[in-house]
């Protein structure tokens, strides 16, 4: 399939929540490469990670798509169910970073080839500890990273009811997140235009 892809014109070959099947895509990696895979690797995850698990990675993932979605283990627990999640989720970016450092590196296309993207959902109410998630990003790893600041949260399901969650974000809120993007240091990514959702910034 990921020799198809290729052949069909695809830039990169996409993971998503792959890591239950790390060791199958492993695996079949290794197999595709022999026969001709060239186009780079995206690990697109939620950031919950094992380092152990990432470690095996090195020198195979290019790209690396992590989330970081939560500044608190409380939060984290009653909206995901993840256990200890800002534990596991710093290390499991240090490690990424590691691996592939800060730099977003593109072909002359303008195509990713090699690099770094974290994404941050902004949440109703503050949930997502957005200022020190901005902190975080740019003090322990580097101000250098791309970070995709996203407006997109909708509420569905059992989030309806919720007294926080049963809401978008306000307009207030958005612009609260990109203060804090650019008080943090940071200056590479994408900030969205809350009203229209197209703008692109970097």
Request: hydrophobic share 40%; charged share 25%.
């Amino acid at each position: 399939m990921m020799l198809e892809l290729q052949r069909r014109g695809a830039h990169n070959i996409n993971f998503v929540t792959p890591t239950h099947f790390a060791a199958q895509i492993l695996a079949a990696v290794d197999v595709a490469a022999g026969w001709g895979l060239r186009i780079p690797l995206v690990y697109n995850t939620s950031g919950y990670e094992r380092v152990e698990t990432l470690r095996l990675l090195e020198g195979v993932i290019d790209i690396y798509l992590p989330d970081i979605k939560y500044t608190s283990d409380e939060v984290a627990k009653r909206l995901s169910g993840f256990g200890h999640y800002v534990e596991h989720n710093r290390a499991a970016l240090r490690e990424m970073f590691r691996q592939v450092g800060p730099s977003l590196q593109c072909d002359e296309q303008g195509i990713a080839q090699r690099g770094m993207i974290i994404r941050h959902l902004v949440l109703p109410a503050g949930l997502a500890g957005t200022p020190d998630a901005m902190r975080w990003i740019a003090t322990e790893l580097s101000p250098e990273i791309y970070v995709s600041v996203m407006d997109q949260y909708f509420p569905t399901y059992r989030a309806v009811d919720d007294p926080a969650l049963g809401r978008k974000i306000t307009e207030e809120e958005y612009e609260a997140a990109l203060d804090a993007f650019e008080a943090a240091g940071l200056h590479n990514g994408w900030l969205q235009d809350h009203e229209c959702d197209e703008e692109t910034s970097e």
